[in-house]
């Protein structure tokens, strides 16, 4: 074999050592941050999730029948089928998922595993994720909304800005996200930034305020309480 052929593949070889290091070290700086930025979501939560610290606060109290006073009838119905009531009130959540993603219609399909935490007692989260493309070849992905604040980051290889969003549109869909995504844990729909309207027997109308900014969404029920769907809008027109 050439010389020249002999150098071209070592110093590829050095290329390719470096680079995985490079995004090892940044995955592990990536994860470190996004636990930081959660434990910021939770401080001062009464109920941290594991792992994340937080000064420790009296329970915020039991959830009650008459806290469900008033509520549209079917969204009554769907809190009462999930035997919220005698439970702690929710004010962090924890949340694991794996699966498969893709960035768009008829796009391959990825494998995804994420990482998600929830304030209740206030609206926010943090998601993390690790989206892999390739063999060697991943996304790190983070998006959070904390104080009324959203924000996004895609990188590759954790290390490479893909995507870096905020501003008043992305307060406005991560809004909406969390408000589509309260059905996790259904408790927080007592809470008092957000406002219920009765639709009919089988939908109502979830308006959510905080921050000055307001979103809203339909929860459509099934006959017997169940939640079907919440079509809501991601963006303002």
């Not at 009130?89 to 768009?104: A, C, D, N, W, Y």
């Not at 391959?108 to 209740?120: C, G, H, L, S, T």
């Not at 989260?125 to 390739?134: G, I, R, S």
Request: hydrophobic fraction near 45%; aromatic fraction near 8%; avoid cysteine.
């Amino acid at each position: 074999m050439p010389e020249w052929l002999w150098i071209a593949l070592a110093v590829l070889d050095i290329l390719i050592v470096t680079v995985v290091l490079a995004a090892a070290i940044s995955k592990t700086v990536f994860d470190r941050n996004a636990n930081k930025l959660a434990g910021e979501l939770l401080h001062g939560s009464p109920a941290a999730s594991p792992g994340i610290a937080s000064p420790g606060i009296a329970s915020p109290g039991i959830v009650m029948a008459e806290d469900l006073d008033g509520l549209p009838l079917p969204v009554r119905k769907w809190l009462e089928g999930a035997h919220i009531i005698g439970t702690e009130k929710i004010t962090s959540v924890r949340l694991k998922q794996t699966g498969q993603m893709r960035t768009k219609e008829g796009g391959p399909w990825m494998k995804v595993r994420a990482e998600q935490y929830f304030r209740a007692d206030e609206p926010g989260f943090v998601w993390k994720a690790d989206v892999q493309m390739a063999p060697l070849l991943h996304l790190s992905g983070l998006d959070s909304y904390q104080a009324g604040h959203g924000r996004m980051s895609i990188k590759l290889l954790s290390l490479l800005p893909v995507v870096d969003a905020k501003g008043p549109e992305l307060d406005y869909s991560t809004m909406v996200r969390y408000l589509a995504e309260m059905p996790w844990f259904p408790a927080a729909a007592i809470s008092p930034y957000i406002r219920w309207e009765p639709i009919n027997d089988r939908s109502a109308l979830a308006a959510i305020s905080y921050k000055g900014i307001s979103a809203s969404g339909v929860f459509a029920f099934n006959d017997q309480g169940d939640l079907i769907s919440i079509p809501v809008r991601d963006y303002r027109y």
